[in-house]
């Protein structure tokens, strides 16, 4: 930010580095890598680092499009039932068409669909985004067991499903492209675009934003769709990965998934963030999780961690901003 | 929610006569009529809805979340909010049901429980009110480190309860004159203490200042940190509380229990009128939310409805619920 500080004294150096947040979260990622590797060898094979560049696929996914909405100051519950409920449809569709382009779209325009009811409720009948997604979160899980009443069983047989999730392109497993043209596309929206722009404005402050000729409403009903969206996307590779389409996957996905973003620096009260705090925020979350299985801890530990490190993290965020403000 | 605010800080400290209309002003009148409708429909729809033993049933279930939905209720309106009661509340059980199989005594047990539920409180109030710490995060992150915890000590399997004591099954599902369950005593006596707190006492015009405009109730002397601190530890401590009700009509400390309860009794808290903001609602607003979630779950359940519709129902009546009471507050 400023390179007319004159970094001669070791308070601003020290200040100017802790003043990232990413950098010390990149940190703290390093710091783990180290950590565990060190006790356990095979942490760096290459199984293991595919295996956990594939676990945080599918939350990046979802990650990114919740990264723009709590930028933009509201926030989506829903994300885990939906994504259950898109995997179901997705599964369904193939089954009865044998398509699995139209199973695939189908399952990501329900995702769409929800996005845009969460989106119609909170920009029009104007019910805080936590409650109606909430309410959505509730509605979704009980129409999924209303829509299929146990698990939608693989009957096509059809290659190139199973291939959304286990494929590969070259030595990469096709999530993680996946989830890297997702993150890539988020992130030049985000950064490079006026409607980027927009959605900090908004979430920042939206009369500001509203008197200067926004509409914030409309902006918020199209994040609320590209939400809905990836979580359609999210549900298909997981009913993939599954070979099932699964009513109850997904439980509690909406919470691993806010964790990472809020870990990763982004604002709960809207105009601050990053998509690049995302990404660490949800690698370091699943090398936390891997660690804790090669390191053979007990499972149970893979709750516990998280929290104690979102709580963490969101203070010496705090700590940062009000040495930002002296 | 802007509009409620500016008036509140207008209006400065309110009068009781002020009270009261802002009360009836309020949608407590439209829940009580819809509550009322409710029952009516039911009753006229399925034979064995208005009997004796169903009502006192929806009652003995509604009352657990009454009990937690009061603490969040008084939290919510002092604008802050706690997602981790129900992890609490299913964790609260396993010093209950520990200490008494090693002690035989009840009491000791439903002490260990509430030390338990008072450490969380005083640790959630400290990070969230005193460090400063957003809530929804604080509550977040305790709600995965405390279910977390459970699964670690329990290995993910439910304690039984070895002695079988009688006062033990009492609690949760014994009745008082063999009428009132109690649980729904429990519930109503701390409804009638947190209401007359809420709206007689200094404390609960704090609770609403705070929630309303803490800059303007720190300059008018109060002590927010404080106010806020106290506030999660009596949602903690009545979590605590409906929790032990629960591992009673459980019969075990189990280690599930509780999942999903903080997404029910933040909707019934907020289906009664208490806004997420803060500093607007009130306590009669929440009992009739839970009573109007309890009522609704069990009419349609006698309706032999799948169980599966309730959630959609109830979903969708929240929805309602926020969207009408937005809509009423823009028309003003």
Same mark, same amino acid.
């Not at chain 1, 994300?79 to 409920?85: D, E, K, P, Q």
């Not at chain 2, 500093?279 to 009573?291: E, P, Q, T, W, Y």
């Given at each position: 930010m400023s390179e007319i500080t004159q970094p001669a004294k070791s308070g601003p150096v020290a200040g100017r580095l802790a003043n990232n947040s990413q950098i010390v979260l990149l940190a703290l990622l390093v710091v783990l890598c180290i950590g565990i590797s060190l006790s356990a060898a095979q942490f760096y094979s290459v199984e293991n680092v595919i295996a956990i560049l594939r676990q945080c696929s599918l939350v990046l996914i979802v990650g990114a499009g919740m990264t723009m !909405?709590?930028?933009? +100051?509201?926030?989506? !519950? #829903?994300? +885990?039932? #939906? !994504?259950?409920? #898109? +995997?179901?449809?997705?599964?369904?569709? $193939?089954?009865? $068409? +044998?398509s699995v382009f139209l199973g695939a779209l189908a399952g990501i325009l329900f995702g769409g669909l929800v996005g845009l009811f969460n989106g119609l409720v909170v920009t029009r009948l104007k019910v805080n985004s936590l409650i109606a997604t909430i309410a959505t979160m509730m509605i979704l899980q009980g129409g999924v067991f209303l829509y299929t009443r146990e698990a939608v069983q693989n009957k096509h047989q059809q290659p190139a499903f199973t291939d959304i999730s286990t494929g590969y392109l070259g030595p990469i497993p096709l999530p993680v492209i996946i989830a890297a043209a997702v993150f890539a596309c988020a992130y030049v929206a985000l950064r490079y675009t006026t409607l980027g722009r927009y959605i900090y404005a908004v979430g920042a402050n939206a009369k500001a934003a509203r008197l200067s000729g926004r509409r914030p409403e409309q902006l918020k009903l199209l994040v609320f769709v590209v939400t809905g969206l990836l979580a359609g996307l999210t549900g298909l590779i997981l009913a993939s990965l599954m070979n099932t389409g699964q009513p109850t996957a997904g439980r509690g996905f909406e919470l691993t998934v806010i964790a990472a973003v809020i870990l990763g620096g982004t604002s709960l009260l809207g105009g601050r963030g990053t998509l690049l705090g995302t990404l660490l925020g949800v690698l370091i979350l699943k090398v936390i999780d891997n660690g804790i299985i090669i390191l053979r801890w007990d499972q149970n530990l893979q709750m516990i961690v998280p929290g104690v490190v979102i709580v963490l993290a969101t203070y010496l965020d705090l700590v940062r901003r009000r040495a930002d403000a002296r | 929610m802007p509009q409620s605010l500016s008036l509140s800080a207008a209006a400065g400290p309110k009068r009781p006569s002020e009270w009261l209309r802002a009360l009836f002003r309020r949608n407590e009148i439209a829940l009580l009529l819809s509550l009322v409708a409710l029952i009516v429909f039911f009753s006229l729809a399925s034979d064995s809805f208005l009997t004796t033993r169903n009502i006192t049933n929806v009652l003995g279930q509604a009352s657990l979340a009454m009990v937690a939905g009061i603490g969040v209720g008084v939290l919510v309106i002092s604008g802050e909010i706690d997602v981790s009661i129900g992890s609490l509340a299913g964790a609260v059980g396993i010093p209950l049901v520990v200490i008494m199989n090693m002690t035989g005594s009840l009491e000791l047990g439903i002490a260990g429980a509430l030390l338990l539920a008072l450490c969380v409180g005083v640790v959630n109030g400290f990070l969230a009110a005193y460090i400063g710490i957003n809530s929804l995060i604080v509550t977040l992150g305790s709600m995965f480190v405390i279910r977390g915890a459970v699964y670690l000590y329990t290995g993910q399997k439910a304690i039984p309860d070895d002695l079988m004591l009688e006062s033990f099954y009492q609690i949760g599902n014994g009745r008082l004159f063999g009428a009132i369950s109690y649980p729904a005593l429990v519930a109503i006596v701390l409804l009638s203490a947190f209401i007359y707190l809420m709206r007689h006492r200094p404390f609960g015009r704090k609770l609403y200042a705070v929630g309303g405009n803490p800059e303007v109730a720190r300059l008018a002397g109060y002590d927010v940190k404080r106010v806020k601190f106290i506030a999660f530890v009596i949602c903690s401590? /009545? =979590?605590g509380i409906s929790g032990i009700l629960l591992s009673s009509r459980l019969g075990s400390a189990v280690h599930v229990a509780g999942l999903g309860f903080e997404f029910q009794v933040v909707a019934a808290v907020v289906l009664g009128g208490v806004s997420l903001a803060g500093?607007?609602?009130?306590?009669?607003?929440? =009992?009739?939310?839970? /009573?109007i979630l309890s009522f609704l779950a069990n009419g349609l359940g006698m309706l032999n409805i799948a169980t599966e519709w309730q959630l959609v129902t109830t979903g969708l009546i929240i929805i309602a619920a926020v969207a009408f009471d937005e809509l009423k507050r823009r028309a003003k």
């Open positions: !909405l709590l930028i933009a +100051g509201e926030v989506d !519950l #829903s994300v +885990g039932a #939906s !994504l259950a409920f #898109s +995997g179901c449809v997705a599964m369904d569709v $193939t089954n009865k $068409t +044998g | 401590l /009545l =979590a500093g607007i609602g009130s306590l009669f607003g929440v =009992a009739l939310g839970v /009573l």
